[in-house]
């Protein structure tokens, strides 16, 4: 968000996540030892990995040593700070489930689907969530149409690796956390 006035840009606790997300995709590009751009950064990493720096670096729970107020200093108040990690994992199922529909919806479409055939790309999205969510989708729903990370972003067939670096990236995180992740000798 802009300041307003004299007030400044304040971050969210999803802008502060997201800074980190970025940051694991920055660090991913700057670790590059390629001179040849087409193959420098994230564009010669298997699709099975691409996200894990990203999502590794989520992980890491500075919040509290960065929160502070924008006037007094004041660090996060515990409580508050609770609540943010409580708020985190709330309804993780319903996201997860979401993630797994456009992870299948991306396959189906890029691997079985036949463009002007019988099916309408919104049947296989329809026969997807019928699976992957409670509440049915709406008939007048067309979010296909927006989802650029299949159709313009890249990704593709590959967006099932958002899900499957979840995974990879708790299982590196866990290595840390075995060692202690405040432990400066590691």
Same mark, same amino acid.
């Given at each position: 968000?802009?300041?307003?006035?004299?007030?400044?840009?304040?971050?969210?606790? #999803?802008?502060?996540? =997201? &800074?980190?997300? @970025?940051?694991?995709?920055?660090?991913?590009?700057?670790?590059? %030892?390629?001179?040849?751009?087409?193959?420098?950064?994230?564009?010669?990493?298997?699709?099975?990995?691409?996200?894990?720096?990203?999502?590794?670096?989520?992980?890491?729970?500075?919040?509290?040593?960065?929160?502070?107020?924008?006037?007094?200093?004041?660090?996060?108040?515990?409580?508050?700070?609770?609540?943010?990690?409580?708020?985190?994992?709330?309804?993780?199922?319903?996201?997860?489930?979401?993630? #797994?529909?456009?992870? =299948? &919806?991306?396959? @189906?479409?890029?691997?079985?689907?036949?463009?002007?055939?019988? %099916?309408?790309?919104?049947?296989?999205?329809?026969?997807?969530?019928?699976?992957?969510?409670?509440?049915?989708?709406?008939?007048?729903?067309?979010?296909?149409?927006?989802?650029?990370?299949?159709?313009?972003?890249?990704?593709?067939?590959?967006?099932?690796?958002?899900?499957?670096?979840?995974?990879?990236?708790?299982?590196?995180?866990?290595?840390?956390?075995?060692?202690?992740?405040?432990?400066?000798?590691?």
């Amino acid at each position: 968000m802009p300041p307003v006035g004299d007030k400044p840009s304040l971050m969210t606790f #999803l802008d502060v996540e =997201t &800074v980190f997300h @970025e940051f694991g995709n920055a660090l991913q590009h700057m670790q590059t %030892k390629q001179d040849e751009g087409l193959v420098a950064g994230i564009r010669g990493i298997e699709w099975d990995a691409v996200e894990l720096p990203s999502q590794f670096m989520e992980s890491w729970d500075t919040l509290m040593s960065i929160a502070k107020h924008y006037e007094t200093w004041e660090t996060l108040p515990e409580e508050i700070y609770q609540k943010l990690l409580a708020a985190r994992t709330f309804r993780v199922g319903t996201l997860s489930l979401r993630q #797994l529909k456009f992870a =299948t &919806v991306a396959l @189906e479409l890029h691997s079985k689907y036949v463009p002007g055939g019988s %099916k309408l790309i919104y049947d296989v999205e329809r026969r997807v969530s019928e699976k992957t969510q409670v509440l049915p989708l709406l008939e007048e729903d067309r979010f296909l149409c927006g989802f650029s990370h299949i159709f313009a972003g890249g990704y593709a067939v590959g967006y099932y690796s958002y899900k499957w670096e979840e995974v990879l990236s708790a299982d590196a995180f866990s290595a840390f956390e075995d060692v202690g992740l405040n432990d400066d000798k590691v």
